[in-house]
């Protein structure tokens, strides 16, 4: 399952971003041909006092992408990449992330709910077995109660320049606080259904295209024909 992130304009960062999320250089609001970085993410779903109050979102960068995001960051030259090492990159890419919402969409039916930065506890960059990933927590302003059943999170990018593939195991999950007779269910209007319809089009609303919107197709090895994935919380 690909999930594939947009924008509607890209700003130069610094050269130690390498193109990480916004793109090296400024880009049209043109929908790119194929996906320019590949990432395996994982999402946490926190729930406190039965309500929804943030995510957790990790991010594994594919292999091309870590060896020049890294280059040269190993300042000690120790072999090991430190997070204070990539506290920098880290802090660039997370503002970076801040302008096109952290590409985390919650919605409660048709109204897009307010997002709250990651504070600088909250996220980081670290190095495991060759691979860069980016861990990153986006809250909610107002929590949602995880009996709303129209509360729905989804991630969506028309324009194709970073595609996400969920993991294969537990791509989503709850937090140990949750109640037990709660779970993560993804693509639960999967069926094309009316209420599928009616969430697919106010997403898109919300990114800036009309209705019926959704993503496309993106290049590359497993990255095969996409639609928009919408997570929800079934209790």
Known sequence: MVIAFCSRARS????????LVVGVAALSSTAQAHPHVYVTAATTINIEQGAIK?????????????????EGLDTNKDG?????????????NVE???????????????VEQTLVDPTPEEF????NKGVLSMHFRVGLQKPVLVDAKDFALTVSDPSFFIAIGLEDK???????AAPKSCKPVINADADGGADS??????????????????AGAAGGGQYGFLT???IRVQC
Do not use: C
Request: no cysteine.
């Open 228 to 230: 928009t994935k919408v």
């Open 12 to 19: 130069r960062l610094s050269a130690s971003t390498v193109g």
């Open 170 to 176: 537990d791509p989503v999950k709850l937090n140990a």
């Open 80 to 92: 090991k990449y430190d997070k204070s090492e990539l506290a920098e990159l880290a802090k660039v």
């Open 54 to 70: 943030s995510f957790d979102h990790v991010w594994a960068f594919d292999e091309m992408y870590t060896a020049m995001a890294i």
């Open 124 to 127: 980081w960059l670290e190095v």
């Open 96 to 110: 970076g992330l801040k302008e096109f919402k952290y590409f985390t969409q919650a919605m409660l039916g048709n």
């Open 197 to 214: 319809k009616a969430l697919g089009d106010a997403f898109s609303k919300q990114l800036g295209g009309g209705p019926g919107g959704s």
